[in-house]
């Protein structure tokens, strides 16, 4: 032991510490200053940003006696005695912080750089956090931010007012609909009050780890843990015979085990669990627990694993390593063709990615009394998780209790199970809350990716450029487990004509097992890939037929009377080609591109529809709490999940909006499944649409209610009432909010209403009937610089308009614009999950590059607001569609640059190159 | 997981060569230590369990976070960090490539802890660091316990460091490179580094390089005196191109000569193709294009200095 003797935030502390600790896990775990997160543990990723005398140093790998006698500043220390520093307060107020994992390290190494230059322009941001990541994206914001706090600080005397400079146009608001307002979590996520589940601690307390496999298909021989278990301060190690109950997880097939019995089909398999006194004692017994295998030939690609000859991973659907083909045909393919006059046959691939959410999966579990167990988690899915670790458990889901944390980043990676069920068998088992906390590496090689695809597209059309056919062959990665791999193929197939009429649609797509990581949920959900390939096929479609890009979109674009790919009539809320036309007519009016030097720009365009909600005939449903209190304030409750995007703020301006009460009057309460009722998972951009349905019926409920009290008081029929601003009036007479409420209990009327609401229905595929209730559109132009020297790419702006419906917050939109145009620039430019015979070899984050603030284009962003008519306000989902068309933009933009096609992702600079060099027309 | 038990901080080179002989061996040195602890984890996901009983801190050795100008040369201490070196008006004065070259490793957080002498130590022959260092014929200071007890440094070329990609003649767990040194550039001469990189997978250059040059008088057409030119990762080691350099001696910079020192460039330097980073034949493309590039900004430079 060694004492550490410093002053952190302005304290003199003195604190024992063993010599080897690093500075983050001090503050953290040993003073509680749980502010500064650890996202990556290898100074890749800055979030763990702290001042150590005035220098900014990543803590993770910072040894703490370093620090002796040093001075530390920490997020909890930049704050003023009188409020938020103005970096604090900028970023809550220009939207600059969404799920809050990355905002502490951001805003230290923001506040190391106005230290140093008091008047930085975007240039010197970009340099000053080039390596502090945000995987929300919010860097147009940031930057915003910290110039303007900049300037608060230079002109200390002077009144700021400060507009949102990349807000977007939208429809005049409602009191509070359609406002940009802040989130009701900033504050606690600038301050580092913000807790995620790592910053939860109990008295007793046990660490847990997991031996992942080591092969990425072997048979299990054997297992021995009885060295692991004789190690001091080792508590319980678990195995399958540990399991009591159902031996499988999965949401929907039940397919992947719990821990590994017979076989271990990919690196991220868990094989046995234990949990020890210390994370490091945890770890060193994995070491102690042998495991004989036997090795197994590795499937590691989808076309290989519908082989007939091929060995199979998993038959967990009885069809072999086919986990799902899926098969949309619309009219005749063959007449279709017949009537084409030009046709585009091309085939593309895209890798695996990463969600790389800031915050790696952690879980707590605990005993209850009366024999129940908590799990403290952030999750996607509470109510599936509870289900899932009540089956695992052999226990009624009654006595399972899901409480969520807050999530630093999902994008559809935490959906799936992790260390949920593990740590409610350890916690069972020894009595002792269990907390386990993946590390970077190990978040990597173990939860499920997007799916690696194999895409061949035959699109035929008219000279004129009218499309008549679309073919289309999918192979899809699923890896180990099916997770969601069927409905992410489905989604792939069934928006692999792209958004456009197209009278002739063939495709089939295999959705395959390998002995990869599992493939599931990310942000776009198969669409992503599909989209590269469409308007890959679309791009090269009006080069060979001399038409501009713009117009053969708008020709073949789908609008209401029109049918989709899988036979759905388009009845209404289609803004594609207002969305085209707004696109065309910023990128049209720029000024004619003159390359001159080895830097050559080009402008490339690209298209995208998304579904909103679970679709193809699978109930789509979410309930909604809403509470009314004497205090004049209302809580709203269910259980979806806030990852960033804005949930909460969107319930509680619904909230606000329905029952008359001021913004700041309402709370959110997220997540609990003992207290909130389910509101299903948080994917396919659908929570807006269906929680916000949900709470919107259950706060028009509570009114209708009030509205009964107040009408008796007021002397007036309840539908002649109205609420605003805290008050409900009819002519000219007025009760506050809070009296009503009062008068409503004691005249013992209900003051909380709960609402199941029930999304249209839709058709499973292949009924020809409505496969989803709803889609959101988009258009977006991209502006690259293609060094013909280096091959090097560069995304100088975008200019997007999307189709959402309604704006229902253009500050949170916006945040989901720029966050998806950011993520898909990944996609296309920086980022790549490389697996070699099933090995990960991507698995710290120096390998795998999400795209940082120096890749931040300008952002020209608009919204188009074609209402639903089923949606709150008219609004539909926004998540997914702003980050799939950026890909195909980026990609033909390299084409009309420099001749060469991109058929294979990401782009890749050396091969780029030498096909201009060696005149090739394309790079696969 | 821990890959060292203690951590020392010792103040004098003495105390640090001291404690490293006490722990025989399985002690090492660290500076900034962002290289040697991500690494080192890295090895441990592959499976190796890499164990120090201490690391010894010699960036509190007295002096050692200075930048100083002796006699004709710059001297950088062990505890001098890239920021230091970027922000030095000495450096970018008198060495610009070395400055340009410390601007572009790793991060701001990296490079306000990460040392120059502790990137030598790591002996990674693309280091962008090293590879500036290589055109200023730069030396380091080795210190090391003798029998008689701790003999003052002794300057060794950089060059002579550097046994192959990540195998450095320094021996950290019983030697420690206490400084660098290299002569400042004066009148007429000048100096200048560029590199690329790919946006994928780790953050190694694909390739980095350095010029040097001297100019006969303070006219971009005049004669080239002396020049230096290296590159990484050519070769396992830092790669000086001495037949280019032997070429454009006593020439004058116009395009034909460029274009034929490019050609002899690519002639001379042998570039491999590594997973996931680079292939051969794009190496070998870039090649000419940062030889013109370095060389230019060089011969600018020089051209103005007075």
Redesign the interface.
């Given at each position: 032991m060694?004492i550490l003797n410093f002053t952190v935030n302005g304290n003199p502390v003195s604190v024992e510490i063993?010599?080897?600790e690093y500075l983050a896990y001090v503050l953290r775990y040993k003073l509680g200053l749980t502010g500064t997160k650890i996202a990556c543990?290898?100074?890749e990723c800055?979030a763990c940003?702290v001042l150590v005398n005035g220098?900014?140093?990543?803590s993770c790998?910072?040894?703490a006696?370093?620090a002796?006698g040093a001075e530390v500043m920490t997020i909890e220390g930049l704050a003023r005695p009188d409020g938020l520093h103005p970096l604090q307060a900028q970023f809550i107020q220009q939207g600059a912080v969404q799920c809050g994992f990355c905002t502490p390290g951001v805003l230290m190494?923001s506040k190391?750089l106005l230290d140093q230059n008091p008047d930085p322009d975007d240039h010197d941001i970009k340099?000053?956090l080039?390596?502090?990541f945000c995987r929300c994206g919010c860097y147009v914001s940031m930057m915003n931010a910290i110039k303007n706090a900049a300037q608060e600080l230079r002109e200390p005397e002077t009144e700021h007012l400060f507009n949102i400079p990349n807000l977007p146009q939208v429809k005049a608001p409602l009191n509070v609909i359609g406002k940009p307002i802040t989130r009701p979590d900033a504050v606690a996520k600038v301050t580092g009050a913000a807790r995620y589940t790592d910053d939860y601690n109990f008295p007793d307390m046990l660490h847990g780890a997991t031996l992942r496999a080591k092969f990425p298909h072997a048979r299990i021989l054997s297992i021995d843990t009885s060295k692991a278990k004789a190690l001091d301060g080792v508590r319980a190690v678990l195995t399958h015979k540990d399991v009591p109950g159902s031996k499988h997880h999965g949401l929907i097939y039940n397919d992947w085990p719990v821990l590994c019995y017979d076989k271990v089909r990919y690196m991220g398999d868990a094989v046995a669990i234990v949990a020890a006194d210390t994370r490091?004692i945890a770890?060193r017994a994995l070491e102690l627990i042998e495991v004989e295998y036997e090795e197994l030939p590795v499937v590691d690609n989808p076309v290989d694993a519908l082989k007939p000859e091929t060995i199979i991973v998993n038959d967990g659907t009885g069809h072999g390593n086919l986990l799902k083909h899926i098969h949309v045909e619309k009219g005749d393919i063959e007449k279709g063709f017949a009537k084409a006059e030009v046709i585009i046959e091309n085939e593309y691939r895209s890798p695996f990615y990463e969600h790389a959410f800031m915050e790696p999966e952690c879980a707590i579990g605990q005993a209850l009394d009366n024999g129940r167990i908590e799990v403290i988690v952030g999750s996607q899915i509470p109510y599936e998780d509870r289900r899932q670790i009540a089956a695992a458990l052999d226990l009624p889901e009654s006595k399972v209790r899901v409480r969520g944390a807050l999530i630093g980043g999902g994008f559809g990676g935490k959906e799936d199970i992790a260390a949920q069920i593990h740590v409610a068998l350890l916690a069972r088992a020894i009595g002792r809350p269990v907390k386990m906390l993946y590390s970077r590496?190990e978040s990597l090689v173990f939860h499920p990716k997007r799916h690696a695809t194999v895409i061949r597209l035959r699109t035929g059309a008219k000279k004129d450029g009218t499309l008549v056919a679309s073919h289309a062959t999918i192979y899809g990665d699923s890896g180990a487990y099916a997770s969601l791999g069927d409905k992410v193929m489905t989604r792939a197939a069934t928006h692999a004509a792209g958004p456009y009429h197209v009278p002739n649609v063939l495709i089939d797509c295999y959705a395959m097992y390998t002995n990869n990581p599992p493939a599931g949920a990310f942000r776009g959900f198969g669409v992503t890939q599909s989209a590269f390939a469409v308007e890959s096929n679309m791009d090269e479609l009006a080069h060979k037929l001399g038409l501009d890009p713009f117009e053969l979109r708008r020709k073949n674009g789908l609008a209401v009377g029109d049918t989709t790919s899988t036979g759905q009539l388009v009845r209404e809320s289609a803004g594609l080609l207002e969305c085209i036309r707004l696109v065309e007519q910023v990128v049209k009016a720029q000024p004619e591109i003159e390359n001159q030097t080895s830097k050559i720009r080009a402008w490339g365009l690209a298209c995208a529809f998304k579904n909103t909600g679970l679709g193809g005939g699978s109930p789509d449903k979410s309930a909604a709490e809403v509470e009314v209190f004497e205090d004049g304030t209302a809580e709203v409750r269910t259980s979806a999940a806030e990852i960033g995007q804005g949930l909460p703020t969107i319930l509680a301006m619904i909230t606000a909006e329905e029952l008359g009460l001021p913004y700041e009057r309402v709370r959110v309460l997220l997540s609990d499944t003992d207290l909130t009722p389910d509101g299903g998972p948080t994917t396919a951009s659908r929570q807006t649409f269906v929680s916000g349905n949900a709470a919107r019926y259950a706060a028009k409920g509570m009114r209708e209610i009030l509205a009964e009290t107040a009408s008796e008081q007021l002397d007036a029929a309840p539908d002649t009432l109205t609420f605003k601003d805290g008050y409900i009036r009819q002519n000219g007479h007025k009760m506050p909010f809070e009296e009503v409420v009062k008068r409503a209990r004691e005249e013992n009327r209900p003051t909380r209403y709960l609402h199941e609401y029930h999304a249209p229905a839709t058709t499973p595929l292949g009924s020809e009937g409505d496969m989803h209730f709803g889609f959101s559109y988009a258009a977006q132009a991209a502006l690259i610089e293609l060094d013909s020297?280096?091959?090097?790419v560069h995304v100088l702006k975008v200019v997007t308009a999307t189709d959402i419906g309604r704006a229902l917050n253009p500050l949170a939109l916006q945040g989901q614009v720029e966050g998806g145009i950011m993520m898909c620039l990944g996609n296309a430019?920086?980022?790549?999950y490389?697996i070699e015979k099933g090995k990960v070899?991507?698995?710290?984050l120096?390998?795998y590059?999400m795209p940082s603030i120096k890749?931040t284009p300008e952002i020209v962003s608009f919204l188009v607001e074609d209402e639903i008519s089923t949606g709150p306000y008219g609004a539909k989902g926004v998540g997914e569609i702003s980050s799939i068309p950026t890909t195909p933009a980026i990609t033909n933009a390299i084409y009309n640059a420099c001749g060469v096609r991109i058929r294979r992702l990401?782009v890749?600079?050396?091969a780029l190159?030498?096909a201009m060099?060696s005149g090739k027309s394309e790079t696969k | 997981?821990?890959?060292?038990?203690?951590?020392h901080?010792p103040t004098t080179v003495v105390q640090a060569l001291e404690l490293l002989a006490q722990y025989e061996g399985r002690a090492r040195v660290?500076a900034g230590?962002?290289d040697l602890?991500?690494d080192t984890?890295?090895e441990y996901?592959e499976g190796r369990r890499p164990h120090f009983d201490a690391?010894i801190?010699v960036?509190g050795i007295a002096g050692a976070g200075e930048i100083r100008a002796r006699d004709e040369y710059i001297e950088i201490g062990c505890g001098v960090t890239h920021?230091q070196i970027v922000a030095s008006p000495l450096i970018q004065k008198h060495a610009a490539a070395l400055a340009e070259a410390c601007s572009v490793v790793?991060?701001?957080?990296?490079r306000?802890?990460a040392t120059l002498c502790g990137n030598v130590a790591h002996a990674l022959p693309a280091a962008d660091g090293t590879v500036a260092l290589m055109i200023l014929d730069a030396e380091a200071a080795v210190a090391r316990q003798s029998r008689s007890g701790t003999d003052s440094p002794d300057w060794v070329p950089l060059a002579a460091l550097f046994q192959g990609p990540g195998k450095s003649a320094v021996d950290s767990t019983r030697e420690l490179i206490t400084a660098l040194r290299f002569r400042a550039l004066g009148a007429r001469e000048a100096s200048a580094f560029s590199r690329?990189m790919?946006?994928?997978?780790?953050?190694l250059p694909?390739l980095g390089m350095a010029t040097r040059v001297r100019l006969s008088a303070l006219d971009i057409h005049a004669r080239i005196e002396d020049v230096a030119i290296s590159a990484g990762p050519v070769a396992p080691v830092p790669y000086r191109a001495s037949a280019v350099e032997e070429f454009l001696r006593g020439k004058t910079a116009d395009q034909p000569v460029l274009q034929e020192a490019a050609e002899l460039l690519v002639a001379n330097a042998h570039p491999r193709t590594s997973a996931?980073r680079?292939?051969k034949?794009?190496r070998f493309?870039?090649l000419p294009?940062l030889l013109q590039q370095t060389l230019r900004a060089a011969l600018e430079r020089a051209a103005q200095s007075a």
């Open positions: 060694s063993e010599p080897n543990d290898e100074a800055g940003t220098t900014s140093v990543d790998i910072y040894p006696l370093k002796q190494q190391n340099v000053a080039k390596d502090t490091e770890q590496h020297d280096t091959g090097e430019l920086t980022e790549e490389i070899w991507t698995d710290l120096a390998k590059k890749h990401p890749d600079q050396d190159l030498l060099r | 997981m821990k890959v060292f038990d203690n951590y901080l660290v230590g962002t602890l991500v984890q890295a996901y690391l801190d960036t920021t790793g991060g701001p957080q990296v306000n802890v690329v790919r946006p994928q997978g780790v953050a694909i996931h680079a292939t034949e794009y493309e870039l294009m």
